[in-house]
């Protein structure tokens, strides 16, 4: 069921409309547009939920378009997860710490990520003028984070784009929902007081990928698919990363010292990450690229290099990410065999058969589409990054 909700997550009457396309994505936000008669329109749609999705969706685009046919409104936002990215870091932020260190170790790290990233970075410091959010930013009771918990966020940095860095290497991701709540604290009360703007507490839940490739397969032998399309890019893949770190003084191991502007003598150190994965097809090559890893809220001395090599670690994962190849499966779904959000959900790890080529791929679903219409809903799935698997030909 599709609910429409006030600028108050008032629930609002449901409205006739001709299509919502409803576009989930494992890696960033998703987005989302609806498409309506205009008299059908209910302007004070502000927020908009389907059951058995995680997502919300902040309507911020309205577009009325006056046809031959009549009028129409074209309603867009993004999902909730945006908002993450309207908070940034104030200042560096590090921290490393694995489960072995900490008996309560989910809840050690809920209160970090939500008292130093999150809610350090939302609510109203010292002379600001102004919170970025009223009631602050937490991560929901439930919600389980990868061990050993290390991130390196730089000044400036968007706090969403951070998380999905982050948690995305780590076969994870997150989403945002909203709960309406009071602050009650003094430097709140002159927005308190002003109707315009209610407030809500952002939470922030992660989502764990599973890996169905034994279970859930897509293709025309399961008489699942209507359609299937595959893209294949590896003309920026970058298998081969050298992470570099300038340090304060030297002492380090496997270091190179170097000697600054000043005359002082300071230790480098150096991480490296392959993936042969990620290496162009059927070329003796492996592109290799050289970062400088600028960890940051720590000090860099040689009592750290153990928190510092893996924070560097880390970094260059980040930075492979940005550079791998691309491999797109995408395929448009039929309803059959296997059921959307029962079987499979987005960020699963499933089997795709083709049977034309005598292939067959494992990939995660990083995108879903879902089209709406009045009586029917078209589902539409992108899967990234394929691994081959054994070819057997299915006989039904």
Known sequence: MIVFYDKAMN????????????????????????????????????YITIDGRHETGIVQKVVVEKKIEGTFITASG?????????????????????????????????SKIGGELLNLNALKQGDEPRPTFINGVWPTEDS????????SIEAGKEIGTSLYEYLIPNNMSYYVVLHPS???????????KNPDEPHFMFRVGTLKGRNLSDKVFFGEGYQNVAKIEYAYDDSGAVPYIEIRQTMESTGF?????????????????????????NRPRDIDVYPRMIVEGNVS???????????????????AREEMLNHYKSEIISIDILQNTFKYLEDYNIGDTCTIVFDE?????????????ETHHKNKVDINLTFGTPRKTKYVQLNI
């Open 11 to 46: 629930i609002l009457p449901a409205i006739d409309f001709i299509e919502i396309v409803w576009q989930r994505k494992w890696k960033e936000p998703g987005t989302f547009s609806i498409y309506t008669i205009a008299k059908k329109w209910d302007n004070r749609i502000k």
């Open 357 to 369: 080529i005598k292939k067959s791929f494992t990939a995660q679903i990083v995108e879903v589409t």
């Open 182 to 192: 009071i602050a009650y604290v003094d430097w709140a009360e002159p927005w308190l």
């Open 78 to 110: 993004l999902f909730a997860e945006k908002a993450l990215n309207w908070m940034v870091a104030r200042s560096d932020w590090n921290v490393y710490a694995a489960k072995s260190e900490h008996p309560e170790y989910n809840d050690w790290v809920i």
């Open 253 to 277: 191991s496997n270091e190179e010292v170097i000697t600054d502007e000043s005359g002082n003598q300071k230790g480098r150190i150096h991480e490296y990450l392959v993936d042969s994965n």
């Open 297 to 315: 809220g720590i000090e860099l001395k040689p009592e750290n290099e153990t928190t510092i090599r893996a924070q560097l670690q880390q970094k």
């Open 144 to 151: 389980e984070w990868p061990d050993p918990f290390s991130m």
